[in-house]
C-alpha cells in the first residue's frame, strides 16, 4: 500500500482520500447533506431522550428521567385498574344468587371467563382440557348428570364434591358388590348385564336378558327405577341413554356390577374460595350441557327427578 496526495479522479472528477491499495484509489465523496442532518437530529434525540426517560443503568436501577415515566410504573396502573375491575366483578359474583346469574349475560360472561381459567388450574387433570372426561371421569359437556346440572346443583357438587371423606354433605352413593359380596351369582351377573344391555339398545332381547329383568327388578330398580331411568335422589345413572362411565363394553358393565368403580372428586369448598368456586359452576353449565334451575316442586324439578 502507498499514500499519496489526493488527486482529482479523470472520470468522476472528484478528489481522491489519497490512499492506494494494489493500485485501487478511495473516492473522498461527500455524505448527504440530509443525511448528515438526519444523523445530527438523531443525537440530540438521542440526548434529550437521556435526559427525559430511564436511560442509563445505575447499581440498583437505571437513572428517572425527568419525565418521571417508566414501564414498570405503566404495568403497575394497569394491574392496579384489572384489580379494580375484578374485584367489582368478585364483589357482584358473591352478592348474586348463583340461579340469577343467567339472567345478567356480562356477568355471567365475566363468571364463565374466571372459571375457564379456573378449570384449566384445577379440574383438567381428570376431566381433560375439552372437560370431555375419560373412562371413569365424567363428560362436563354433555347433558347426563347424576346429581343434576343446573348452576345450584353443580355448585354444590363442587362445594361438597362426591364421596369426599369429612364433608357431611358430599354427593355419597355406594353401589353394591354383587359379585365380590357373593349377592349374585356370575350367571346371575351374565343376565342382569344382558337386561341392562337391551335398556340402551346395545343387545337384543333374550331368555337371559328377561331373566335379568327380574333379577334387576330385585336389585336395582330401587336406585335405578323400574325403567332404568336412574335417580338423582341416589346419584344413579340413567341406563338407558347410552352414555356409561367406565366403559360401554359386555365385560365392563359385569365388572362394575360384580366390584363397582366408586370414584372420589373433592370438595373444593375446603380448597378454593366461593367467588371461584362460582366461575367454575358457571363454566361447567356452559360447555352445552347445563340445565335451567328447577324450583323444588315444579315441572323441571319433576322431569329432573324422572331422568
Not at 98 to 122: D, K, S, T, W, Y
Amino acid at each position: 500500500m502507498s499514500e499519496k496526495k489526493g488527486r482529482l479522479d479523470e472520470a468522476t472528477h472528484t478528489e481522491t482520500v489519497g490512499h492506494e491499495w494494489d493500485g485501487i484509489e478511495e473516492l473522498n465523496t461527500p455524505l448527504p447533506r440530509w443525511w448528515l442532518w438526519t444523523f445530527y437530529a438523531c443525537i440530540a434525540f438521542s440526548l434529550g431522550y437521556c435526559v427525559v426517560y430511564p436511560a442509563w443503568p445505575m447499581l440498583t436501577q437505571a437513572t428517572e428521567g425527568t419525565f418521571g415515566w417508566s414501564s414498570r410504573g405503566d404495568l403497575d396502573k394497569d394491574l392496579k385498574s384489572a384489580a379494580a375491575a375484578r374485584a367489582r366483578t368478585v364483589a357482584a359474583l358473591a352478592d348474586m344468587p348463583i340461579e340469577q346469574l343467567p339472567a345478567h349475560p356480562e356477568l355471567m360472561r365475566a363468571a364463565v371467563a374466571g372459571g375457564a381459567a379456573a378449570f384449566r388450574i384445577n379440574c383438567v387433570q381428570c376431566h381433560g382440557a375439552g372437560a370431555a372426561g375419560s373412562k371413569g371421569f365424567p363428560n362436563l359437556n354433555d347433558d347426563d348428570w347424576l346429581w343434576g346440572g343446573d348452576l345450584k346443583a353443580i355448585e354444590t357438587t363442587l362445594i361438597h364434591g362426591i364421596r369426599q371423606p369429612g364433608d357431611e354433605a358430599t354427593r355419597q352413593s355406594i353401589m353394591p358388590n354383587f359379585g365380590a359380596d357373593g349377592l349374585l351369582t356370575p350367571e346371575q351377573i351374565g343376565e342382569v348385564t344382558s337386561h341392562v344391555l337391551t335398556l340402551s339398545g346395545k343387545e337384543k332381547r333374550s331368555a337371559a336378558s328377561q331373566r335379568g329383568a327380574q333379577l334387576f327388578a330385585d336389585n336395582c330398580a330401587v336406585c335405578h327405577g323400574p325403567a332404568g331411568k336412574g335417580s338423582r335422589q341416589f346419584g344413579a345413572p340413567d341406563l338407558t341413554d347410552a352414555i356409561w362411565l367406565d366403559g360401554a363394553a359386555r365385560e365392563d358393565v359385569i365388572a362394575q356390577i360384580d366390584r363397582p368403580h366408586m370414584g372420589v372428586m373433592p370438595a373444593w369448598g375446603t380448597r378454593l374460595d366461593p367467588v371461584t368456586i362460582r366461575m367454575l359452576a358457571a363454566y361447567v353449565h356452559s360447555l352445552g350441557g347445563g340445565e335451567a334451575f328447577a324450583a323444588p316442586g315444579g315441572a323441571a324439578a319433576k322431569e329432573t327427578e324422572a331422568r
